[in-house]
């Protein structure tokens, strides 16, 4: 409107001038001496400024006209046009008389308003609205309304948290390739006490007593590449590269020395490559959780405990106490698997929840067998072939649940419990002896550290809560963005 009036302005000012010219012209005209040819020039310099008068008479009714139309219309709908000017990416109606004042003088566009999704709980600020600053660019849509900046982008990705389990949340973006060097170590201590005898009277045992206590130490370097296939799928190949230690201290069956004796075996060497593929759904709205769902497959490339040798597990010709443990470590479990499962993510502005079930299905192996030590005098053959037959690992039905919580703009932190049931393992379609099924729980705590757009830092501390779970590991991964 204040366009408008400063058209009308000029007008007025442009009419003004035509006729101060007018009457000057016809004085002059009057104080001239008689000359008809003057007098016709001047006479048709007056018709043609009447001529502009008129037009521009026509010009002012005309521009009066939109200013009465632009003073009628409702209130509400011109606050509408305004305030679809001024909202991230908003819209105006291009006929509208204020649609092209606002993108000529290059009006500001202040920040939005309007509510979205707080991301910023996953250790990633949340996307900001455009800076307030003059429009750079303007279209008009296909409905026949003109586009004022550039629209926000949709929120079709979850939230980033700090990783703390095996599998991540967010996939790769497509085209990128992101490289993941990590490293993990893990300590266990379990004792065992077996009992051979029979008792006289209640606490008194007669009979021989096998008692151990086992320490592994284990560190595994591992090399991921991720790539993004589309915005929805992503490929994984994981290749890691074990240390493993381990010390068993045991008083052994059949001797009667009250001695502990150690036992020391070590072993190295590449582990079992996974290849992993995530696919993510599409998101039903900002309400409504994110789910990731993914495919692993485990060979059995790392050296397994039937390849090993292995102390006799019976009474040998000339060593009656074999440990039965072997000699050199095993780096992979002996048996390709493979997982499905699915990832959620929940953003409930100021924490993120997150969690995964997943169902791993270990392949039976069949005609197998192990080398173990004879424990025969010199001349003899020192190790003999065992077949075992066909050996089925339990398969594991797994859970986990965190939650996590953004400290800035760089760093994050999270909290999460996982938990495995492992099952039975079975030998020729039977439980092999002493097989019991396992539950594995642990407490997970973990954060991470952005350095850059291109490379980040996650940590991860497990403390195990049950018998059988290692009691402590600990996870560093630098994931690096190309």
Same mark, same amino acid.
């Given at each position: 409107m204040e366009r408008k009036a400063g058209e009308i302005a000029v007008l007025h000012t442009l009419l003004a001038a035509a006729l101060s010219l007018a009457v000057a012209g016809v004085a002059h005209a009057q104080s001239s001496p008689p000359d008809a040819d003057r007098i016709g020039q001047l006479e048709a310099k007056v018709e043609a400024q009447d001529r502009q008068i008129e037009s521009l008479r026509r010009a002012l009714a005309e521009q009066q006209r939109s200013i009465d139309a632009i003073g009628s219309r409702d209130g509400e709908v011109q606050a509408r046009q305004l305030d679809a000017l001024r909202a991230r990416g908003g819209s105006a109606d291009a006929s509208s008389p204020l649609a092209p004042a606002f993108v000529a003088a290059g009006a500001a566009a202040p920040a939005a308003t309007a509510p979205v999704a707080d991301t910023s709980v996953a250790g990633v600020p949340a996307s900001s609205a455009p800076a307030a600053g003059p429009v750079q660019s303007a279209r008009i849509d296909d409905d026949g309304r003109m586009q004022v900046g550039r629209p926000p982008e949709q929120l079709s990705r979850p939230p980033e948290i700090a990783q703390i389990f095996d599998q991540p949340g967010v996939l790769t973006p497509r085209g990128k390739f992101i490289l993941e060097p990590s490293m993990q170590f893990g300590y266990s201590s379990n004792d065992r006490v077996a009992l051979v005898g029979y008792t006289i009277i209640p606490a008194i045992l007669i009979g021989l007593i096998d008692v151990r206590q086992v320490k592994t130490s284990s560190i595994t370097g591992a090399l991921a590449g991720r790539y993004g296939v589309s915005n929805r799928l992503e490929l994984e190949l994981k290749v890691p590269y074990s240390w493993v230690y381990s010390d068993t201290v045991s008083r052994e069956i059949f001797t009667g020395t009250a001695q502990d004796s150690v036992f020391n075996a070590d072993g190295h060497g590449i582990g079992d490559v996974e290849l992993t593929g995530r696919y993510q759904l599409a998101n039903a709205g900002p309400d409504h959780p994110y789910y990731v769902l993914w495919l692993r497959y485990?060979?059995? *490339?790392?050296?397994?405990?039937?390849?090993? *040798?292995? $102390?006799?597990? #019976?009474?040998?010709?000339?060593?009656? #106490?074999?440990?039965?443990?072997?000699?050199?470590?095993?780096?992979?479990?002996?048996?390709?698997?493979?997982?499905?499962?699915?990832?959620?993510?929940?953003?409930?502005?100021?924490?993120?929840?997150?969690?995964?079930?997943?169902?791993?299905?270990?392949?039976?192996?069949?005609?197998?067998?192990?080398?173990?030590?004879?424990?025969?005098? !010199?001349?003899?053959?020192?190790? *003999?072939?065992?077949?075992?037959? !066909? +050996?089925?690992?339990?398969?594991?039905?797994?859970?986990? +649940?965190? +939650?996590?919580?953004?400290?800035?703009?760089?760093?994050?932190?999270?909290?999460?419990? $996982?938990?495995?049931? @492992?099952?039975?393992? !079975?030998?020729?379609? !039977? $439980?092999?002896?002493?097989?019991?099924?396992?539950?594995? =729980?642990?407490?997970?705590?973990?954060?991470?550290?952005?350095?850059? $757009?291109?490379?980040?830092?996650?940590?991860?501390?497990?403390? =195990?809560?049950?018998?059988?779970?290692?009691?402590?590991?600990?996870?560093?991964? @630098?994931?690096?963005?190309?």
């Open positions: 485990k060979s059995r *490339t790392g050296t397994d405990l039937f390849e090993v *040798t292995t $102390d006799c597990v #019976t009474r040998c010709v000339a060593n009656a #106490t074999g440990t039965g443990l072997p000699l050199e470590l095993p780096t992979g479990s002996g048996f390709a698997a493979i997982q499905p499962g699915v990832t959620w993510l929940y953003a409930s502005d100021p924490v993120v929840f997150f969690g995964s079930f997943s169902y791993l299905h270990n392949f039976k192996r069949k005609d197998v067998s192990r080398t173990v030590l004879t424990g025969a005098p !010199e001349g003899f053959p020192q190790t *003999t072939t065992e077949f075992i037959g !066909e +050996v089925s690992a339990g398969d594991i039905l797994g859970f986990n +649940v965190g +939650v996590g919580l953004a400290l800035n703009e760089r760093a994050a932190i999270s909290i999460g419990y $996982d938990q495995s049931l @492992v099952g039975k393992t !079975e030998q020729n379609d !039977e $439980d092999t002896p002493g097989a019991v099924r396992v539950i594995l =729980g642990t407490l997970v705590l973990g954060g991470s550290y952005r350095f850059s $757009d291109r490379t980040s830092l996650n940590v991860a501390l497990g403390v =195990g809560v049950t018998r059988d779970t290692p009691d402590v590991s600990l996870n560093v991964r @630098v994931p690096i963005t190309f």
